[in-house]
């Protein structure tokens, strides 16, 4: 929501972005005699880790999730509006909110791909909202930051005025937000097996 911050770079951000776009290209069949493409995907990962401004790194992640295109006509395995969350929201709340409900009920309704992209930006947003204090980034804010861009295939049609645009974003981010905290409650089970198995054994 901010057109810009003083310690982000656009030269930096665009630098990054056309070595992500060659890092890429070098892993087709048709760069594989090129001497230097093996380098690309190592320099662009070594241009990112020195990245010094946060508000970059998430320019450019921005910038991937706008430009991503995943199989089919929406997130889900249908193509009727917000059909697999209401379907996960309707059997979550009818199972008592169990706490694997994320896995059981959830990831079964998504096709692979998009599960590995909910789940890596959901263990993002998990690490940044870890460090909340320090950084004024929650898990509810980073979650209404992503919604549109992630669960969305359009990010503004022909008809949106202000009014529908913003409706559309909340939608989204309050979606966003009850999976977040549905992969909390899941992961939290696991954190306790883990504990459990660590006493047995002392």
């Excluded at 969350?85 to 059981?104: C, G, Q, V």
């Excluded at 009920?105 to 690490?127: M, N, Q, V, W």
Aim: net charge negative.
């Amino acid at each position: 929501m901010h057109p810009h911050w003083h310690s982000a770079s656009p030269e930096v951000q665009q630098r990054c972005i056309s070595l992500y776009i060659l890092s890429l290209a070098s892993t087709s069949p048709n760069d594989a005699a090129s001497p230097t493409s093996p380098t690309a995907p190592a320099t662009f990962e070594y241009e990112l880790q020195y990245t010094c401004s946060p508000h970059d790194v998430a320019a450019i992640l921005r910038w991937g999730l706008r430009h991503l295109k995943l199989d089919g006509d929406s997130f889900g395995k249908e193509s009727v509006d917000w059909t697999w969350y209401n379907t996960f929201a309707n059997a979550e709340r009818t199972n008592s909110y169990l706490p694997d409900a994320f896995s059981k009920l959830l990831i079964p309704r998504l096709p692979t791909a998009h599960t590995e992209l909910l789940l890596a930006t959901l263990d993002i947003i998990s690490s940044l909202s870890a460090r909340g204090e320090a950084n004024g980034s929650s898990g509810s804010k980073l979650s209404k930051f992503f919604g549109l861009w992630l669960l969305t295939c359009e990010n503004s049609t022909g008809v949106d005025d202000w009014s529908a645009f913003y409706d559309r974003w909340d939608r989204a981010g309050r979606i966003l937000e009850h999976l977040f905290l549905a992969r909390i409650r899941f992961v939290s089970i696991i954190l306790s097996l883990l504990a459990s198995l660590t006493i047995t054994r002392t």
